[in-house]
């Protein structure tokens, strides 16, 4: 099927590899959202979307949506990429807020937070490392779909 690709820990999809490619993009100068939609994007996990219009969806998110520091840019990244693989069309019919939920839940359970402002406060890690954390995660949840 167009735009799925199955994502194993061999490879281009190891979660190190993953973790090692978002902080080269990271440090590129893009922002955590436009991070991760990037990694997937390069990696070929996102095939239904090109690059340059994907990071444009993606440029409003980072810094917490708009530098609010509201929703971490990363953990909307994420979703954007998960709905670019599963998402919900025509022919695909799948339970987009189960999927998402799930995620949104694994991100909480591994940082402890879903904002910007929170993540940020509690100091634990950078914007960048957790954003390299995050790719990894993303890759863990999508091997497993």
């Known amino acids: 099927m167009r735009g799925r690709t199955r994502i194993s820990h061999d490879g281009p999809f190891d979660p190190e590899r993953v973790r090692d490619l978002a902080g080269e993009i990271y440090d590129a100068g893009h ?3 436009e991070t991760l939609v990037r990694v997937f994007s390069q990696l070929g996990v996102v095939r239904d979307v090109d690059l340059d219009t994907f990071h444009l969806l993606a440029s409003g998110f980072g810094k917490g949506m708009g530098r609010t520091r509201g929703n971490c840019g990363a953990l909307t990244g994420a979703v954007l990429v998960i709905n670019a693989v599963h998402g919900r ?3 695909r019919t799948r339970d987009m807020y189960k999927l ?3 995620f949104t839940k694994r991100f909480e359970k591994a940082f402890g937070e879903l904002t910007c402002r ?3 406060r509690a100091r634990r890690t950078d914007c960048r490392e957790k954003t390299c954390a995050a790719a990894a995660l993303l ?3 999508l091997a497993e779909q």
């Open 31 to 33: 922002d955590c959202a």
């Open 89 to 91: 069309n025509a022919k």
């Open 100 to 102: 998402t939920g799930a």
């Open 118 to 120: 929170e993540l940020l």
């Open 139 to 141: 890759a863990d949840f």
